[in-house]
C-alpha cells in the first residue's frame, strides 16, 4: 500500500517516468531503498497487455472510501521493527500492525494442536516430516512458488538443473513436472511433494535455504522461521518484496532479474550461483543466517502474547467492541 497510495495521490506522473526510464533509480515515500523498474509490483506496469491492470481501479476505489472516513485503521500483516517507515507513510490513515499471523504451535507453542491457518488447498502427507527428520540441520533446501502460480516447463527445467546434488523437498506446481528431464535424479536426493504445511517445513531445523517467489504470506512464514532465502520473485508485489529481503532485511540473495535468454528464462547458473551464496561457508552466507536469525527473533517477539502486535489487535478488537456496545 505505501507504494500505490502515493501513486493516487499526486505521484502518479512520477512513478510512471521513473519506471518507463528502466535504469534510473528512484524513492517512494515510506520504502527505505532506491527502487529500479525490476522492484515494483508488476500491476504498476502501465501496459495494455498486463493481466494485473484490472488492480488498479480496485486500488483507487479502496484509498477513496479509506479518505472518507474519520481516523481509518488498517489492519496489516506485518509488524513494527520490519516496516516502520511504511506503516507511516499513508497520511490520514492508522496502518496497525499485527503480524506475523502465524499458528500458534510454530510461534510459541502455546497451543500445539493451532499447526493451520485453516485454508488448505490439499491434505498434506506426514512423510515429508520424516524425510525432512533424516536430513542433516541446515542442509535441505526448499522450493515452492505459492499455490497459484505456475512457471513456464522452461523455467522449472533449469530450476531443477540447478538443484542437482542438493538434498530438497520441492513443491510439484504443475502435472508436467512429472516429465522434467531431471526428475528422477532430483528424487534420489530429495522429495517432491503436491502439497505440504509451509510453515511446519520451514519451522524444521533441516532447512537451510527457501527459494521463494516472495508472496507475502510466504515472507511472513520465512522471517518467523529464520530461513536465508533465495529470492526469485514473479509477478504482483513480489519484486518489491525481494527487494526488501535482499537490500534491506539482508535475509537472503535474489535471482538477478537481467540476466534471463532470450525466452525469457532465468538459468540454471544463475540459480545456482545465488544457491551457493546462500548455503555456502562464506561471508555472504553468515551475514544472512545472522540477520534470518535476527528478524525471527523480533518477529516472535511482536507476535508473542504481550507484544506489540499481539497488543495491537486486542485493543482494535476492544475497541470494536465498545463501539458497537455504545452505538448498540
Not at 521513473?18 to 504498476?44: A, N, Q, R, W, Y
Not at 488448505?120 to 535441505?140: F, G, P, R
Request: include cysteine.
Amino acid at each position: 500500500m505505501s507504494i500505490v497510495h502515493p501513486y493516487f495521490h499526486g505521484c502518479e506522473t512520477y512513478i510512471t517516468d521513473k519506471i518507463k526510464s528502466k535504469d534510473e533509480p528512484f524513492t517512494i515515500p515510506g520504502l527505505p531503498l532506491l527502487l529500479s523498474s525490476c522492484d515494483v509490483p508488476t500491476f504498476l506496469l502501465v501496459s495494455t497487455t498486463n493481466p494485473l491492470s484490472f488492480i488498479f481501479p480496485l486500488f483507487e476505489e479502496q484509498f477513496r472510501v479509506l479518505h472518507k472516513e474519520t481516523n481509518p485503521t488498517v489492519l496489516v500483516n506485518t509488524f513494527e521493527a520490519l516496516e516502520p517507515e511504511a506503516l507511516r507513510a499513508l497520511d490520514g490513515i492508522n496502518m496497525t500492525p499485527i503480524g506475523p499471523l502465524i499458528p500458534s504451535a510454530f510461534l510459541d507453542g502455546s497451543d500445539p494442536r493451532d499447526t493451520s491457518f485453516g485454508g488448505d488447498i490439499l491434505h498434506a502427507s506426514n512423510d515429508y516430516v520424516k524425510w525432512l527428520d533424516s536430513q542433516v540441520e541446515s542442509s535441505v533446501v526448499y522450493v515452492s512458488f505459492g499455490s497459484y502460480h505456475e512457471l513456464p516447463k522452461k523455467q522449472t527445467e533449469e530450476i531443477a538443473r540447478a538443484l542437482l546434488g542438493e538434498n530438497l523437498i520441492k513443491v510439484e506446481g504443475r502435472k508436467e513436472e512429472e516429465d522434467l528431464s531431471y526428475m528422477e535424479e532430483l528424487k534420489m536426493k530429495g522429495k517432491i511433494v503436491k502439497w505440504c504445511s509451509q510453515v511446519q517445513v520451514l519451522s524444521h531445523a533441516s532447512l537451510g535455504c527457501f527459494v521463494t517467489h516472495c508472496g507475502w504470506n510466504s515472507t511472513m512464514e520465512t522471517l518467523i522461521s529464520g530461513v536465508p532465502v533465495v529470492a526469485f520473485p514473479q509477478w504482483s508485489d513480489q519484486n518489491t518484496n525481494a527487494k526488501l529481503m535482499e537490500d534491506v532485511w539482508k535475509i537472503g540473495v535474489r535471482v538477478n532479474p537481467k540476466v534471463i535468454n532470450e525466452e525469457g528464462i532465468v538459468e540454471a547458473e544463475e540459480i545456482r550461483r545465488c544457491l551457493d551464496i546462500v548455503m555456502g561457508s562464506g561471508e555472504k552466507a553468515k551475514e544472512v543466517r545472522k540477520n534470518a536469525e535476527r528478524w525471527k527473533m523480533l518477529s516472535r517477539e511482536a507476535a508473542k502474547e504481550g507484544g506489540p502486535s499481539d497488543t495491537n489487535l486486542r485493543d482494535f478488537v476492544n475497541g470494536v467492541g465498545q463501539f458497537m456496545h455504545v452505538d448498540g
